[in-house]
């Protein structure tokens, strides 16, 4: 069972920093990933981290903005996000890729945990 946490509310240009843990998977053996749903719109890709570190891929709207990173040690991934706008507030969620090429894919994620809440004040 995943569970994202984290979430709050931040003015525009603030920082908020996601943590996906994990009961029951040890995710160092995944490849994790975030993806976003924002009110109206369809689950979009954020960012993921491959099971080896060596690996990050971002969405293109990201623009450097977020960094994903693991901490194995406490079973944890983590999803730092600096420049936040508006059109970031959405419901994040973190899930287990099947395998690293699927990453992006919805449609194909093992499990997904669940979300917490961003909301970005203008």
């Known amino acids: 069972q995943l569970q994202a946490s984290g979430g709050g509310l931040v003015q525009a240009g603030g920082s908020l920093k996601l943590s996906c843990t994990a009961s029951?998977?040890?995710?160092?053996?995944?490849?994790v990933g975030w993806f976003r749903q924002r009110a109206g719109k369809g689950r979009e890709f954020v960012a993921a981290?491959?099971?080896?570190?060596?690996?990050?891929t971002y969405g293109n709207f990201v623009r450097g903005r977020f960094t994903i990173f693991r901490d194995n040690a406490n079973n944890m991934v983590w999803l730092q996000m600096n420049s936040l706008n508006p059109e970031d507030t959405a419901v994040y969620y973190c899930?287990?890729?099947?395998?690293?090429?699927?990453?992006?894919?919805?449609?194909?994620?093992?499990?997904w945990g669940q979300g917490t809440l961003v909301t970005v004040s203008s």
């Open positions: 899930t287990v890729a099947p395998e690293w090429r699927l990453v992006k894919v919805s449609s194909r994620q093992r499990y």
């Open positions: 029951g998977h040890t995710l160092s053996t995944y490849s």
């Open positions: 981290i491959d099971e080896t570190d060596a690996l990050t």
